[in-house]
């Protein structure tokens, strides 16, 4: 965000002074022509030396000079900002950087409880019930430290935020009754994850609201999948729309599907529970759950198979057809 935040600022400042790319490249002395396009559109790291180049050329004005410089030292310090986690994944280290500069999250979250909600137990079900579609790769690219464990710590490492002495942001989640189905997890993991949800919703900056499953969304709107959106501190910071894949994130900032996903949250936000009745649903479930036994999963219906034996040439041979 930093890096988009600077390429943006920079890109205006080159159109003020009424420069074309070329024309900056050259009175920069850069030997390659796409390092201005490069910065401009957040794909590489900006190097402190360049950016006061290019401020020079755009006569920029002191105030913009202090703001962009201390922007170029936020965007290039990657390292001291990964320190302050325990381990980050690649995975969820997606999720941290849009997090770490957070005003505001909303979340919804039709199947699963978002990250920064789970118990430990409930990640690590999450996470090993995925591993076999995350494995049907050819070309495996994780490394040593990308193991379930690591996974699970990371995702713990990013709820911190919540409840930070610093400006915490104000997160806000809904959450289909689906998550907390039984279908989710064991009893026991299950149990834990309500508790922990009734928790969380106590901080002054979390609203937690439960969505029934017979709730009617706007107009008879369907929510087809997650998504976050992110808003941040600094109000030139492009707001960010987060949609989670099974093995791929797509991250946009373009912002009419911004504000498109914006309505619908308000949409789903206002069929949900309000935060009073979703406390009072959170504790009823825990309660079910301790007074209901676990049931094994039935057996799938289907015929009874043949012993070999018993089995004509012309079964063999439809068999061995199909």
Known sequence: MRRRNLGNQLRQLREAAGL??????????WASASKLSRLENARSRPEPRDIQTLLEIYNASDEARAYLTNITREAGDIRSWLRKFEVMTTNQRVYAELEAGCAEIREYSPVIVPGLLQTEKYAMTRIMSMLPLTTLSENPEKGETETPENEVRARMS?????????????????????????????PNV????LTKLQEVATLPNVTIQVLLRDAIIGEWYLANTAFSLYRFADPHDPETLAIEGISTNTVLTDR????????AFDWLRTAALSPEETADWLAGMAKEIDARPSRSAPTP????PMPPAQR?????????EQ
Not at 190 to 193: N, V
């Open 20 to 29: 074309t790319g070329d024309q900056v490249i050259e009175r920069a002395g």
């Open 158 to 186: 990013r709820q911190s935020i919540l409840d930070r002495e610093f400006e915490p942001p104000h997160y806000m989640a809904v959450l289909d009754e689906a998550a907390l189905s039984r279908r989710s997890g064991p």
């Open 190 to 193: 299950l149990r834990r994850q």
């Open 256 to 263: 009419d599907e911004i504000r498109r996903y914006s309505v």
């Open 301 to 304: 219906p289907g015929p009874i």
């Open 312 to 320: 004509s040439r012309r079964t063999e041979q439809r068999l061995t």
